[in-house]
């Protein structure tokens, strides 16, 4: 008969007995600890996402950029990057507007005809033309405007708001070029002006931080 020690033991409960018979053939006792001696017990080392991590948690916190640029590169997009978004976004924007206002016009000029073949085809012809009409003359302006963009930037070897409304005010005056010199006058105003708003725009948080700064000093 094979006689067990913890088979034996009538003083401890079933699961202990149990664990202190196995750590008996083993040759070792297993120590047992309460839930308090436990609580003090430092967890020196060990990383708050999991108990298997030996990683100091401040070494996940990113305080730069997860990218590497190249050498001598910036982090924003320059005038010549941009200048294709630009010039795309304009010709989508001048399309939408001309096919607005084509079909606006195809139906006020077709509105004493019945619904039939022929008025349909008179306003496809509409919508087309001015949707290209439109798409192309927003993508000249567009194009103009990142052409003396990118030519001011690089004769200044700076970019700032300065660029912005130079081109804009340039790029007005050119395309009204073939009206005349009220026309080139009127263009460039209009250049300035719009310029001068978007450049007010970008920097309007600026300026009301510095204004209202000033205010309490």
């Given amino acids: 008969r094979f006689f067990c020690p913890a088979m034996d033991n009538s003083n401890t409960s079933g699961s202990g007995g149990f664990k202190g018979g196995l750590g008996n053939i083993f040759g070792g006792s297993a120590p047992e600890y309460s839930n308090t001696e436990l609580a003090g017990v430092p967890l020196t080392g060990m990383s708050p996402l999991s108990p298997y991590l030996n990683v100091d948690p401040r070494y996940l916190v990113q305080d730069t950029d997860e990218f590497i640029l190249p050498t001598g590169a910036n982090k924003t997009r320059g005038r010549f990057e941009l200048a294709f978004f630009t010039i795309g976004g304009c010709c989508m924007t001048g399309a939408a507007f001309g096919t607005l206002n084509g079909l606006r016009m195809g139906l006020k000029e077709t ?64 395309f009204k070029s073939t009206s005349g010199l009220k026309g080139v006058a009127r263009g460039g105003l209009v250049g300035l002006a719009m310029s001068g708003a978007y450049a007010l725009y970008n920097n309007w948080d600026h300026l009301t931080g510095s204004s209202s700064s000033s205010r309490l000093y």
């Fill in 111 to 174: 509105r004493d005809m019945t619904w039939s073949k022929p008025r349909n085809v008179q306003i496809l012809n509409m919508v087309t033309r001015q949707g290209a009409s439109w798409a192309n003359t927003l993508g000249s302006v567009a194009l103009l405007y990142s052409i003396f963009g990118v030519a001011i930037e690089k004769a200044r070897g700076a970019e700032d708001d300065i660029n912005t409304v130079a081109a804009g005010t340039l790029t007005g005056m050119l």
